[in-house]
């Protein structure tokens, strides 16, 4: 089964600072990847969706690259802003199945 | 557009209740997805249709059944609440299974 890691569990860092979000998977047989934002007590947002073919996705200060083999992603924030601030879920899809694998996601706090 | 919309936001039951849990898509999209949201745990599927009339189990099925009632709607009911079902309900959905899921606001619900 397939198990995604979000380390680490909780992140603070000063308004301004770049950093850097991780993902990791243990079967490396997936479809698409995709990184998701969630503000407290709301839905989820998607932010990017990497296919297994591409190595990176760019959307304004985000970057999310992807290392199929190895299993691992990574979401890159740029100049961090306070309205950063939420829980970053990423979650695999499998290649062949209509399933999505979420991780437990990365709670950041950016102090202003 | 309202997108994807679930009724109740929040919910009480006693142990044994049934309920339905509301969701409709604006978005013509074919597939409809059911999630909960645990602490200290990843989304997890419950229930999925990849499009009008077909339904097929996720990975946490148990004590629950669904209905996709026609393209916009698909319903999330609990025959007979359990404590163990207390969580946060998400109803997402997407052009095809292989593409961006967009998510609804959730439903919370607390089964006593």
């Known amino acids: 089964k397939q198990e995604v890691t979000q380390i680490p569990a909780a992140l603070s860092v000063p308004e301004g600072e770049n950093l850097v979000l991780n993902c990791s998977f243990t079967?490396?047989?997936?479809?698409?990847l995709q990184w998701f934002r969630q503000d407290p007590g709301k839905g989820l947002t998607s932010l990017l969706l990497?296919?297994?073919?591409?190595r990176e996705q760019t959307s304004g200060r985000l970057n999310a690259s992807l290392d199929k083999s190895s299993g691992r992603s990574t979401l890159y924030i740029a100049a961090s802003q306070p309205g950063d601030s939420a829980t970053y879920l990423c979650?695999?899809?499998?290649?062949?199945?209509?399933?999505?694998?979420f991780g437990t996601g990365t709670r950041l706090t950016v102090i202003p | 557009n309202a997108g994807v919309t679930q009724t109740p936001k929040f919910q009480v039951l006693k142990t044994g209740q049934s309920m339905t849990l509301q969701c409709a898509q604006d978005?013509?999209?074919?597939?409809m997805y059911w999630y909960r949201q645990d602490p200290g745990m990843g989304l997890r599927l419950i229930y999925y249709?990849?499009?009008?009339?077909?339904?097929d189990k996720g990975e946490v099925p148990n004590g629950y059944n669904v209905s996709r009632l026609n393209k916009r709607e698909f319903s999330l009911r609990l025959e007979s609440a359990a404590p163990s079902q207390t969580s946060v309900y998400f109803c997402?959905?997407?052009?095809?299974?292989?593409?961006?899921?967009?998510f609804g606001p959730g439903t919370r619900l607390l089964v006593l």
């Open positions: 997402a959905s997407s052009a095809d299974p292989k593409v961006t899921q967009y």
């Open positions: 079967d490396s047989a997936i479809y698409n």
């Open positions: 990497i296919q297994s073919s591409q």
């Open positions: 979650a695999v899809r499998e290649a062949g199945a209509n399933n999505l694998f």
């Open positions: 978005m013509n999209h074919n597939s």
């Open positions: 249709s990849a499009s009008e009339g077909t339904t």
